[in-house]
């Protein structure tokens, strides 16, 4: 089982390099640490899963999607909280996410104040 160990680290998945530099330069002009990744099995192979104290990914990503990265994380014991950020959502996206955990589904483009207001809240679970 992966145990968090809360060292405030925001992990950002997304295949997009510019909303990847987007959310990190958000995340960094309040002080929050990130680490970019361009996918899901990116994000896994780096081995920093119990540094994360939060997850931020896109849904829709070549190879594994979002959600297919939170059902393996979940299968895991990870306990990361995730905030999903995507421009292709439905309701029964955002209730299979919210139902599997995540603490937050946000539409792009989203409010940097909704999104800092998720982070703040999983960083300080």
Not at 13 to 31: F, K, Q, T
Not at 75 to 85: K, L, Q
Not at 104 to 112: H, Q, R, V, Y
Request: a negative charge.
């Amino acid at each position: 089982m992966n145990v968090k160990t809360n060292t405030g680290l925001v992990a950002i998945v997304d295949d997009d390099e510019s909303m990847r530099a987007a959310i990190e330069d958000l995340l960094s002009s309040v002080g929050i640490n990130a680490r970019s990744f361009v996918s899901a099995e990116e994000f896994l192979l780096s081995g920093v899963q119990n540094e994360i104290a939060c997850l931020i990914s896109d849904i829709r990503m070549p190879g594994m999607t979002g959600l297919e990265l939170q059902a393996k994380l979940v299968a895991e014991g990870s306990r990361i909280p995730v905030i999903f950020v995507t421009a292709h959502g439905n309701t029964r996206m955002r209730m299979q996410a919210l139902n599997a955990g995540a603490i937050e589904f946000l539409g792009k483009p989203f409010d940097d104040e909704s999104l800092l207001g998720s982070v703040r809240a999983a960083l300080e679970s």
